[in-house]
């Protein structure tokens, strides 16, 4: 069992990561059904909360269903981050986290996410701001440091443990890597093999098979991964992770029938959330993941991202349904550079 305050999770649990305009209540649903054990919001500006800004509220519904689930938040501003800590103990998610590691230009130029990795005692600061105005476990989400030359992850996981957060998740690439190359897990495994850090430390990046996963579990020593690109399209990843950790075998690729079912519960909960046309809207951009691999689905996919009504895309997926029952599908091979337009930190 993996402690983090108050929250008993698994052994090794697989975490879902808050990936900007990706994990929305309706996707942490179909993720939380396919063993996803703990999951996070999309992350959440400070400044927008304080403003009461519509998008900023939007991100703060979650729902007894997909508990445990923490609310991330990110900005340069202590001020900002312990008013917007207190905003966010109103709606009771199981914990708080703070990013400290996206790495896009628009929340970096604000001094906030990757940007505050250019300065530890600031990022110490924001920690202690949020720590200290809310009653939930405090996470933190964050990278192994700005640049190659200036890694600095032990440093930081030693000093936010020490203004009392609960656990840490390491994305194992710089601010300046963004998405490229691959991520280097031995400083993830240094932080994790420190006497001084009692708190849990989950890996993060680049875990996009079964296999992978058991290999840097068992490599790395961590007390769990964090998934996030690998899941967008394909939240089964969760439990084909869970069965091959446990058995050393593969679970068949989801059918036909299983994709359509999927893709159908988180369209209609995406309606449901959002409102008919944002709802349907939103699904667009997850249509292709979630039938990547099959063959002559592009007449299919155009029907799926220009109908109006949720009858209609119900019509078109039955018809693929019955136009690829049987198919067997391939196990899973993608490419995370085509993945890299979420902040997944």
Not at 183 to 189: E, F, G
Not at 222 to 243: L, Q, T
Request: hydrophobic share 40%.
């Amino acid at each position: 069992m993996v402690q983090i305050a108050n929250i008993e999770l698994p052994d090794f649990p697989l975490l879902l990561a808050p990936m900007e305009d990706v994990s929305d209540p309706p996707f942490r649903a179909v993720c939380k059904a396919n063993g996803a054990d703990l999951m996070y919001t999309e992350f959440i500006s400070s400044e927008g909360l304080i403003r009461d800004a519509i998008k900023s509220r939007q991100k703060l519904d979650i729902f007894e269903a997909e508990r445990p689930v923490g609310i991330q938040i990110f900005g340069g501003d202590e001020e900002a981050m312990a008013l917007s800590a207190k905003i966010v103990d109103t709606v009771n998610p199981d914990l708080l986290d703070i990013n400290f590691g996206c790495p896009v230009k628009k929340v970096v130029s604000k001094g906030a996410g990757a940007g505050v990795l250019r300065d530890i005692d600031l990022m110490v600061r924001l920690t202690k701001a949020v720590v200290n105005s809310t009653s939930l476990p405090v996470t933190v989400k964050t990278r192994l440091g700005w640049d190659h030359d200036s890694i600095n992850i032990m440093e930081v996981a030693e000093r936010l443990q020490d203004v009392g957060i609960k656990a840490l998740s390491i994305h194992g690439r710089t601010r300046a890597q963004l998405y490229k190359g691959h991520s280097d897990w031995s400083y993830i495994a240094e932080v994790k093999n420190n006497p001084r850090i009692q708190i849990p430390i989950f890996g993060n990046g680049d875990i996009d098979s079964p296999e992978k996963a058991l290999e840097y579990k068992n490599r790395y020593g961590v007390d769990g991964i964090m998934i996030g690109r690998a899941a967008i399209g394909y939240p089964w990843i969760f439990n084909e992770i869970k069965h091959f950790v446990r058995t050393g075998e593969h679970l068949p690729p989801p059918s036909i029938q299983q994709r359509v079912e999927v893709i159908r519960q988180h369209l209609h909960q995406s309606v449901a959330w959002k409102g008919l046309k944002a709802g349907i809207n939103e699904m667009r951009r997850h249509y292709t993941n979630y039938l990547r691999g099959l063959p002559n689905i592009r007449d299919y996919r155009t029907r799926l991202v220009t109908l109006p009504s949720v009858a209609e895309i119900d019509a078109v997926l039955d018809e693929v349904i019955l136009a690829y029952d049987g198919y067997k599908f391939e196990p899973r091979k993608i490419n995370m550079d085509s993945m890299a337009y979420s902040c997944d930190s």
